[in-house]
């Protein structure tokens, strides 16, 4: 196939499947954040006030970083390689959205598990005030995380090919963006961490249907749980394919660029349903 057909291939899917899970995404982040806020039995529970703090980071992700990645790829409108400061604040946009929403999925899982189990110790973390603290204290973290993107990346031309591109500059912060930050913060270790603790969370949940809980407190853990447990199996198939492209050696050829360009294309557009999937789910629930 040739350059030319995959590339108007991925113009047409990122156009149409792009808008797609941008309106449904912020349409559900927003619905999810009125039902959760709406709600005081959700307001006062440390995994729904995750989930409302990860739904804030969605939104933010989405409208910037899936936005650009639209207006880039469907519409050739280069807003990362024409302008430096644009390079800068995306990237550090991107990387604070996205880590940020990905602990929170992750701490909800965990948040889960620690309120299912029958140790006090561990349920003694599950309260409103101390999920406030690790917010912020997480916000504040990935804040600090993202200052080298402001310093390293720019605009700069990819070898044997006539394109633009923003990255890092600098050969070793590349390879902790590699490793760190795309490899491991934003793939393996969330996908570990939830599953590990959804499927602890949920077992949990189902050892408690045998013990003496009240109606009211084993129906919310049974109905967060279930929202957690099945945002985890839906949000694997978004983030491994992501993942797996990133173990792929990069690309020396123009011809190996394009098809490398087209596979991204792809793989984004599936990573962003991470940020649509499960907020639909949490409002159909």
């Not at 995959?6 to 559900?28: M, R």
């Not at 902790?176 to 499927?199: A, E, M, N, V, W």
């Not at 109606?215 to 967060?224: F, T, Y």
Request: aromatic residues 14%; positive net charge; proline residues 3%.
């Amino acid at each position: 196939m040739s350059s030319s057909m995959l590339e108007t291939i991925a113009q047409q899917i990122t156009i149409y499947v792009g808008f797609t899970i941008l309106i449904t995404g912020v349409a559900g982040a927003l619905l999810n954040l009125i039902v959760f806020l709406s709600l005081k039995t959700f307001r006062e529970n440390s995994c729904a006030f995750y989930l409302i703090i990860m739904s804030m980071f969605d939104i933010g992700q989405l409208l910037l970083a899936l936005l650009s990645r639209i207006m880039t790829v469907g519409f050739h409108t280069e807003w990362t390689t024409s302008s430096i400061f644009f390079c800068k604040f995306r990237a550090y946009h991107v990387q604070i959205c996205a880590l940020t929403s990905l602990t929170c999925y992750c701490l909800s899982t965990i948040d889960q598990f620690c309120a299912t189990t029958t140790h006090i110790r561990l349920q003694q973390w599950c309260n409103i005030k101390t999920a406030r603290y690790i917010c912020l204290g997480v916000v504040l973290l990935w804040i600090l995380h993202g200052i080298p993107v402001l310093v390293y990346h720019n605009v700069i031309g990819i070898p044997n090919t006539s394109r633009l591109v923003c990255k890092s500059t600098h050969p070793i912060y590349n390879q902790y963006f590699f490793y760190g930050y795309q490899y491991t913060f934003c793939s393996f270790l969330p996908l570990f961490i939830s599953i590990l603790f959804g499927c602890l969370a949920y077992f949990n949940v189902r050892r408690n249907a045998q013990l003496p809980v009240p109606i009211a407190r084993r129906e919310l853990d049974k109905q967060l749980t279930t929202m957690v447990l099945c945002t985890v199996l839906l949000n694997s198939f978004s983030l491994m394919p992501y993942m797996i492209l990133q173990i792929i050696p990069s690309s020396s050829t123009e011809n190996e660029y394009n098809f490398m360009d087209f596979a991204s294309s792809l793989t984004l557009l599936l990573f962003f349903t991470y940020y649509t999937v499960s907020k639909n789910f949490l409002i159909e629930k």
